[in-house]
């Protein structure tokens, strides 16, 4: 029986007894759609040319055999086309491993597939906080980072895209000092093109800034009004009055380079959603963030997460596009028995960076152009920035209270790990990475 798991495999070996045509062919696609469902894209000279058209459709034949269910039948196995990027029709696409011109076409029922890696934006920094689990603190880091950065003088522009589980804007402002509207107003708006009737009024500064300035653009406004209705729409794409269809990362990134222009911030710190949906791929792989904070705690939910989709990375042949934006936070570090527990969370980092990011480097070799670090190497992005558990930020009803009357040194002594990195990476000092 063939599952899902098991296509790209099958593929490949059907493929292996058909290298002949495939080196005279430009390009072949394997298109896997919605359904998991599989036919060939081909260049359309092949149906012009009988023997060419007979080979491939002698490899069809071996894919139904092969896939079973998850092949077209015979008769509409093979699509023809002109132009490889109309082959593809904007969806994302990488290379079949083992094969110089075969790639799969991977037709998903989301826009988010992780696959497709924007470059780091030329503008400000952009952070994004992201954790494969909920309930690691990762907000409330958020939350004291911009404290922090604030109270060394920076502007620091915060938005809060964990839209399905906000709360990031509480953290940093008091109930009534809240917006009337949030992003998940303006993402609504802007579909019938009144984005700039919200614009002004998603945007205010918190009191926690200090030196600096800290601008939240919260998930919703002060009332929430009919959320649920309107996150049941904030995915949606938009196709403009000159036929331009934008996805919603693309929207998202137009409203996020609009407060960038109009406020001017050092930094862009970006909360996402937990787990691996379409709001965290968008936040990780398509705002062009420099720095992707990857949360972690010592625990096999966290690893096996990670695995699955630094795996996905590797097949899709991105891992080099992404791999050193990451860094490992390690969060809520316990009081008791921290440095082994600290050593384990270090050492199981590196385990699956080495796994699926790293380059391998042959024992006894310099590393060269080679990416790759030791398990010890405090520059090295599975090396976990720390931050401790404490239990004055534990179940907090309200942390913007907690942080007005905040020392300055208890935020150092939980945090410190987290902003000294942050800050290295915000001004490009020490960051023997690039």
Known sequence: MTTFDHILPAVSDVLVAHKTILSSLDWIFINRDLNGKVRLIVPDTVQKNYTARCKVEAITTDLVQRLGAHAYPLESSILYEQDRMFACDGTASFPLEGFENVWVVDRLATEGNWASIAPVTTGVPRVVFFSIKGGVGRSTALAASAFSLAQAGKRVLVFDLDLESPGLSSALLPNERRPTFGIADWLVEDLVDNGDAVLEEMLVTSTLSHDGEIYVVPAHGRDAGEYVAKLGR?????????????????????????????????????????????????????????????????????????????????????????????????????????????????????????????????????????????????????????????????????????????????????????????????TGEGDSRD
């Not at 972690?296 to 966290?302: K, L, R, S, Y």
């Not at 527990?341 to 790293?358: C, G, K």
């Not at 720390?386 to 907090?396: D, K, N, T």
Request: aromatic share 10%; net charge negative; glycine share 6%.
């Open 234 to 426: 904030v995915w949606m794409p938009k196709t403009g009055a000159n036929g331009v269809r934008q996805n919603w990362s693309q929207r998202l990134v137009r409203l996020i380079d609009t407060f960038e222009q109009r406020w001017h911030p050092d930094v862009i710190l970006i909360d996402s959603r937990a787990g691996i949906d379409e709001v965290a791929s968008s936040c990780v792989t398509d705002l062009g963030a420099g720095l992707v904070l990857l949360f972690a705690i010592d625990g096999e939910q966290t690893w096996s997460g990670y695995q699955i989709l630094f795996r996905h990375w590797h097949r899709s042949g991105v891992v080099r596009d992404i791999r050193e934006r990451l860094q490992i936070v390690g969060a809520m570090i316990p009081e008791l028995d921290s440095i082994d527990y600290f050593a384990s969370l270090r050492e199981h980092a590196a385990d699956q960076f080495t796994d699926e990011l790293y380059d391998e480097v042959p024992p006894g070799e310099a590393t060269g152009d080679c990416w790759n670090f030791d398990e010890t190497d405090e520059s090295a992005p599975h090396y976990p920035w720390a931050i401790q558990w404490h239990r004055s930020f534990a179940a907090l009803r309200s942390l913007h209270s907690r942080l007005e009357a905040v020392d300055m040194k208890e935020v150092s002594a939980i945090f410190g790990s987290l902003i000294d990195g942050l800050q290295r990476s915000i």
